[in-house]
Nanobody, 122 residues
Framework: QVQLVESGGGLVQAGDSLRLSCAAS????????MGWFRQAPGKEREFVAT????????SYADSVQGRFTISRDNAKNTVYLQMNSLKLEDTAVYYC???????????????WGQGTQVTVSS
């Protein structure tokens, strides 16, 4: 089992930056592909970004490509989501997810965090 705890959310203005963190515990972190998803009010949860267990390649939703960067520090058992040039439509609860030996193309994840709220104001 993997336990995931997100942090770093908050209220920011459009154009600002924010970095989310997701700390993992319970299993060798380096064996897990990691992902970030988000869910806006009244909408379904959507894919944001993934990074494989080996960090070799990343993938992003078109809506965040070029603005968000996913990274991982296996020594700290943590995955990050750097969000730049935030837009009003980025407002959502952001979730961290883990899948054993997940690749950059993995979209189905077994383990999920509780989420952290990101609110972008004008």
């Amino acid at each position: 089992q993997v336990q995931l705890v997100e942090s770093g959310g908050g209220l920011v203005q459009a154009g600002d930056s924010l970095r989310l963190s997701c700390a993992a515990s319970g299993q060798p972190f380096s064996s897990y592909g990691m992902g970030w998803f988000r869910q806006a009010p009244g909408k379904e949860r959507e894919f944001v970004a993934t990074i494989p267990w080996n960090g070799w390649r990343t993938s992003y939703a078109d809506s965040v490509q070029g603005r968000f960067t996913i990274s991982r520090d296996n020594a700290k058992n943590t995955v990050y989501l750097q969000m730049n040039s935030l837009k009003l439509e980025d407002t959502a609860v952001y979730y961290c997810a883990a899948e054993l030996y997940g690749s950059w193309s993995t979209r189905s994840f077994h383990y999920w965090g509780q989420g952290t709220q990101v609110t972008v104001s004008s």
